[in-house]
């Protein structure tokens, strides 16, 4: 359906996204208007809009037409130029002026203002100068216009056209016929799949050399994704191979290995790749991702100092300590106390129930007997409220640690954090809980934020699943052999009758659980199909479990190895979310990308947003007290409001608020039940893991012992007890390509070769 007509006025609009609600004249003999609403940038009134679209419902503003996709052109009647230069899109220029200026000039008004600017002088109250600014205004707002409509033929939207003029201007027509694949590369949100399309529309072939280059870059850029600094450049040939590979088409007519290792070469000589060897393998990475492991290492060498101090003078001072805190180490955390003193760089690891807090609090004792300042840090905002309660010591997130500065762009490498190598912490001791999440980018932006001299406590479980983002830190440190590292192996917890830590040391030890329900807090409900996993769920879910441990429903947390499937993430939400959140009039909905969130609903953030606000309230719910930027992959919250009119949904995240546009709802989805891997540095009163069947990739060892420690009090088992003992007997876990380990041992055989040297 096709509607068009004049502007006659903007009723409501979000600068932010560019949604907006118009009022469009489509008949002006009988003043028959419409209500449009869409993402249109560059509305303005008395403009003429032509719209695609269709008519819809509104609870509340009757029939809307919603666009779909839109041309806007200069109006041709003196009444609507009037408006249009009176409305704001030409700065300077108010009702006054707009009114003086087609009096004088009447239906010449816009050739006069695109060609003879300079006569717009004419009009009293207007100099040469702003005369000058009114014209060069006017071909801007011209130009944008073009772009868009030349865009619109590529398929390209509205809001992508906008960021894709910002970026290049009017340079964006040779891109666009040379290399369309330019655009992935230099603008965030557009992926190689864009590019793809969009250069095929520009009659752009599949061997084009362009297509082969962004198709390499766009591989290691996903390798990310799944957790890989690099990929051997072997299995980085085949995949981009198979990726080139027409949608529909057959991939035995389709060989570009040749052209693959060629463009491997170009983009080495430019600078945009590395190739490093890695035991016998070529590791190929990403320029920056490279440079981001490689100086990691050397910042984590450089810390790496040890302090010279007496071993009877330090066990005197830990002696005085434990008498005043009337705490009682064991020869293991002693010793780990002890290191800590003495070193730069510490690691201190080890399972759940071993004493990590306790350790953590003798340390800061000591530091703080010794008079030294204290920073503590943890990857997430529930683990840092978790360090606070176990320290009694404040505890932040390691990005509000650094100063995190919003308005930079969603890449990681590319975040600004206030506090780097140039603002260094104001620290003598930086502890940081659950290094096991933080990725090689906020690892990187925290060790260039800590001078040497400061000494950096690294606390973790390495056991644990690694980061959600690229890297393997906290295993590649301990692995390389160059820093000292405290694994503590004695479990106190066990003493206090908890099978969950039981269980999970006994998982790591490749035992099966006991799942006998001899238990208070280790249980297994057996069921054959997925229908009996799925009720039991909801019944345990909804009121079994929120009583037995005390908590609300959104409290307990599911915990699935997979997305699809019956049991996995997608369809267990939707059962779940009839369930513990079923429709109701009070309730308002919104269907966005398959999933219908509806208020009430709990919700979890699935990447980085470092641009998105947030903002603090007090009781009242009427003062802010704290704002900022910057939501995280795995933060979960409740929505409380669901708007159609602005168009966006409220989400309370802890003592959080956040608005998402409806544009940004891809990075939301339902949290009744999520992966394992977005478990990590959580925990939860109870754990429900339904598991009866599944890919063995998904089903190994590490997972298991993941889900299982998330829980505090309580772990439920449904479905199949002999999938459990496979999943203990497999240990093979998806490999994770990083270098750190190998970056750092390269640094130590250069330190130890020189001492050689001067030796010598």
């Known amino acids: 359906m096709v509607l068009e007509g004049y502007i006659e006025k903007i009723i409501y609009r979000n600068e932010e996204n560019g949604y907006t609600v118009l009022s469009v004249v489509i008949n002006e003999d009988i003043d028959e208007t419409e209500v449009m609403i869409g993402y249109v940038e560059g509305a303005t009134e008395g403009l003429y809009i032509r719209a695609e679209g269709e008519m819809v419902d509104h609870k509340l503003y009757e029939q809307q037409f919603k666009i779909s996709a839109y041309e806007l052109h200069m109006p041709q009647d003196v009444d609507s130029m009037e408006k249009y230069l009176s409305s704001g899109a030409i700065k300077g220029v108010g009702q006054v002026l707009a009114k003086m200026i087609v009096k004088k000039f009447k239906a010449d008004t816009f050739r006069v203002i695109e060609y003879e600017p300079e006569r717009l002088a004419e009009i009293k109250g207007i100099s040469e100068r702003k005369a000058r600014e009114i014209g060069l205004q006017y071909h801007e707002s011209q130009d944008i216009r073009q772009a ?352 969950i830590i039981t269980n999970a040391h006994k998982i790591l030890r490749g035992e099966y659980p006991d799942m006998t329900n001899d238990s208070k807090d280790f249980f297994l409900r057996p069921r054959r199909s997925s229908k009996e996993v799925i009720d039991e769920v909801g019944v345990l879910a909804s009121i079994k479990i929120p009583k037995y441990v005390n908590a609300k429903p959104y409290e307990v947390q599911v915990l699935t190895p997979m997305r699809q499937g019956d049991l996995g993430v997608e369809n267990l939400n939707k059962e779940l979310q009839n369930i513990l959140n079923p429709p109701s009039g009070s309730k308002k909905e919104h269907e966005a990308h398959s999933i219908r969130f509806r208020e009430g609903d709990k919700v979890m953030q699935i990447k980085n947003d470092y641009d998105l606000e947030w903002t603090v309230y007090d009781p009242s719910g009427h003062h802010v007290i704290d704002k900022g930027a910057g939501v995280f992959n795995g933060d979960l919250g409740v929505i409380q409001e669901i708007d159609d009119y602005t168009e966006q949904i409220t989400v309370l995240m802890d003592d959080r608020t956040v608005k998402y546009d409806y544009k940004l709802l891809e990075e939301l989805e339902l949290a009744y039940a999520i992966t394992i891997h977005k478990s990590q540095g959580n925990e939860y009163p109870a754990v429900i893991l339904p598991i009866l069947s599944g890919p063995r990739v998904l089903l190994h060892r590490n997972l298991l012992y993941t889900a299982i420690t998330r829980a505090k009090q309580c772990v439920i088992i449904v479905g199949n007890g002999y999938k459990i003992h496979e999943m203990v007997d497999n240990v093979d876990e998806q490999k994770r390509y990083s270098g750190l380990e190998w970056a750092l041992r390269d640094l130590q055989k250069r330190d130890n070769n020189t001492e050689r040297n001067e030796y010598s």
């Open 148 to 499: 868009m409509v030349f865009l619109g033929k590529y398929g390209i939207n509205a809001h992508l056209a906008v960021r894709i003029y910002q970026e290049y201007g009017n340079k964006m027509y040779k891109v666009l016929e040379e290399n369309p694949y330019q655009l992935a590369d230099d603008i965030q949100g557009i992926g190689f799949k864009i590019a793809d399309e969009i250069a095929r529309n520009a009659g752009i072939g599949l061997d084009s050399e362009f297509r082969v280059r962004a198709a390499i870059l766009y591989t290691l850029s996903q390798a990310g994704n799944l957790g890989h600094t690099y990929l051997p450049e072997e299995l980085l040939i085949r995949k981009v191979d198979s990726f080139l590979v027409p949608e529909g088409g057959d991939p035995f007519a389709y060989s570009y290995e040749e052209a693959i290792r060629h463009e491997l070469t170009t983009l080495l000589i430019e600078h945009k790749i590395v190739v490093k060897d890695i035991e016998g393998t070529h590791a190929v990475y990403g320029n920056k991702q490279y440079h981001i492991e490689l100086d990691a290492a050397r910042l984590l060498h450089d810390l790496n100092l040890t302090y010279h101090i007496k071993e009877e003078e330090l066990r005197s001072r830990l002696d005085c300590l434990q008498k005043q805190s009337q705490i009682e180490l064991n020869e293991q955390q002693t010793h780990a106390v002890m290191q800590a003193a003495v070193s730069g760089l510490l690691v201190i690891t080890g399972g759940p129930g071993t004493g990590k807090t306790t350790v953590i609090n003798a340390i800061i004792d000591y530091y703080e007997q010794e008079g030294l300042n204290l920073l503590l840090a943890a990857p997430t905002g529930r683990a840092a409220k978790r360090m606070t309660e176990a320290t009694g010591y404040q505890a932040q997130t390691i990005h509000r640690l650094l100063e995190f500065s919003g308005g930079a762009d969603q890449e990681e490498t590319r975040t600004h954090f206030e506090r780097n190598a140039m603002n260094p912490l104001d620290a003598d001791v930086v502890i940081i809980d659950e290094m096991s999440m933080v990725d090689i980018y906020l690892a990187h932006a925290l060790f260039q934020a800590i001078v040497p001299g400061t000494h950096l406590i690294l606390v973790g479980d390495v056991d644990q699943l690694p980061s959600v983002g690229p890297g393997n830190v906290l295993k590649d440190i301990i692995h390389s052999d160059c820093f000292p590292v405290i694994t503590l192996s004695t479990i106190y917890r066990q003493e206090e009758g908890s099978d």
